[in-house]
T-cell receptor, first 114, second 113 residues
Framework: DAGVIQSPRHEVTEMGQEVTLRCKPI?????LFWYRQTMMRGLELLIY????????DSGMPEDRFSAKMPNASFSTLKIQPSEPRDSAVYFC????????????FGSGTRLTVV | GNSVTQMEGPVTLSEEAFLTINCTYT??????LFWYVQYPGEGLQLLLK?????DKGSNKGFEATYRKETTSFHLEKGSVQVSDSAVYFC????????????FGQGTTLQVKP
């Protein structure tokens, strides 16, 4: 298996622009998670899906952030409009059995908003 | 709810030194416990896990024992290498059937030659 695939690896955008991050989970995994990592706040869970349904989005910072999972093999995290404080590394992870097997993380998208 | 606390870093060691990174948890019942590692510029990788009390997880020379008496899951390695330099995260499932992992704040390990 190719693992969890995220794209793009790096994104530089201007403040106010829309940014879309993409994730392809491991086939057969039924849970998908979006995390954000910064030096100041560490690793933050933004939202997670189970069987394509959003279960907990309490970590989404504000209405500028939205996430979708239209099918079992694809998810997006969108920021509109982007702000400099959104600069971070965004990770996607998937899990088959969260209580036994743990997560598999993607390599992340490094977002820089200037 | 479930929570996890790790020792603060950074931890700086010389090559071949003994490593301990402390992790304690608060949880309902006896959930699985995990250690993840993040190498520079990469995502987190599962390093080892223990699924029940008194289990010992091990991988790549690292070990951690699930100790319910002290609610701890300390990470140890007998002889660290420069290539072990990374950030280490302790984790456990959130309370209830939530499906999410709770991560510690991470401990940075730097190994010098």
């Amino acid at each position: 298996d190719a693992g969890v695939i995220q794209s793009p690896r790096h994104e530089v955008t201007e403040m106010g622009q829309e940014v879309t991050l993409r994730c392809k989970p491991i086939s057969g995994h039924n849970s998908l998670f979006w995390y954000r990592q910064t030096m100041m706040r560490g690793l933050e869970l933004l939202i997670y899906f189970n069987n394509n349904v959003p279960i907990d989005d309490s970590g989404m910072p504000e209405d500028r952030f939205s996430a979708k999972m239209p099918n079992a093999s694809f998810s997006t995290l969108k920021i509109q409009p982007s702000e400099p404080r959104d600069s971070a590394v965004y990770f996607c992870a998937s899990s088959q059995d969260r209580k036994t097997y743990g997560y598999t993380f993607g390599s992340g998208t490094r977002l820089t908003v200037v | 709810g479930n929570s996890v606390t790790q020792m603060e870093g950074p931890v700086t060691l010389s090559e071949e030194a003994f490593l301990t990174i402390n992790c304690t948890y608060t949880a309902t019942g006896y959930p699985s416990l995990f250690w993840y590692v993040q190498y520079p510029g990469e995502g987190l990788q599962l390093l080892l896990k223990a699924t029940k009390a008194d289990d010992k997880g091990s991988n790549k020379g690292f070990e951690a024992t699930y100790r319910k008496e002290t609610t701890s899951f300390h990470l140890e390695k007998g002889s660290v290498q420069v290539s072990d330099s990374a950030v280490y995260f302790c984790a456990l499932p959130g309370s209830g059937n939530t499906g999410k992992l709770i991560f510690g704040q991470g401990t940075t390990l730097q190994v010098k030659p």
